[in-house]
């Protein structure tokens, strides 16, 4: 009799350990290991600048392929429509339709636009260690939210913090913030797709001169 009993409170207690809730380090790593297989993704970023008391609102399209392409699309607002900026690794350009004119971009690497992309963040994540995770609920949905310094001590932006979905580990927002702790960026994620097929000629910077 003993023996069933001893039997049954291990069976009880391997079960309740079955069903143990991950911790968020556990969500984290694991969602490490997902962006570390992403080879590319594309999604609509609706972005807030906050300059002083000046608060700015666009729309773009974003696409990235892995290790560091970039392709920023402006959707909107209506004058800023249809400029385009490209970094193929190496070097980065902007086009600009209003005035049908492209410009070289000095210097992209370590930019805001590039703040704003999920690989960026996952470079500086990757090779650095994360501040503070938590968990969030917003709007009934659970996410997991992690804060990583930025390298490179720009006093307007300091560190960034991104709100993970867990279920999917679909990002949802990230928000830029400056050394007193002030958001200056906030970009929330849409129509986020994983892994779509994205030719290198994407990315090739004689796009920006052929529009």
């Known amino acids: 009799m003993k023996v069933l009993v001893g039997l049954l409170i291990l069976l009880i207690t391997i079960s ?3 069903c143990k809730e991950p911790t968020n380090e ?8 997902h962006f570390i297989n992403l080879d590319s993704y594309q999604c609509v970023a609706n972005i807030k600048i906050s300059n002083k008391e000046l608060l700015s609102s666009y729309k773009a399209k974003h696409i990235y392929k892995k290790p560091d392409k970039y392709y920023i699309e402006m959707l909107g607002p209506e004058e800023s429509s249809g400029c385009t900026t490209i970094y193929n690794g190496n070097q980065a350009w902007l086009y600009h339709p209003q005035i049908n004119q492209s410009f070289f971009i000095k210097n992209f690497n370590d930019s805001i636009e590039e703040s704003m992309f999920l690989g960026y963040f996952l470079k500086i994540s990757l090779t650095g260690e994360y501040n503070e995770i938590s968990s969030e609920t917003i709007n009934g949905q659970d996410y997991l939210a992690v804060t990583v310094e930025i390298p490179g001590n ?6 960034e913090k991104i709100w993970i979905n867990k279920n999917g580990l679909i990002p949802y927002k990230l928000v830029i913030y400056d050394h007193k702790g002030n958001c200056t960026v906030e970009v929330t994620y849409a129509d986020f797709k994983y892994n779509e097929k994205i030719a290198d000629e994407k990315f090739a910077l004689n796009i920006a001169h052929n529009h």
Do not use: H, L, P
């Not at 556990?26 to 290991?33: G, L």
């Not at 720009?154 to 560190?159: E, I, L």
């Open 26 to 33: 556990e969500i984290y790593y694991e969602a490490q290991k």
């Open 154 to 159: 720009n006093t307007f932006r300091q560190s």
């Open 16 to 18: 309740f350990t079955g």
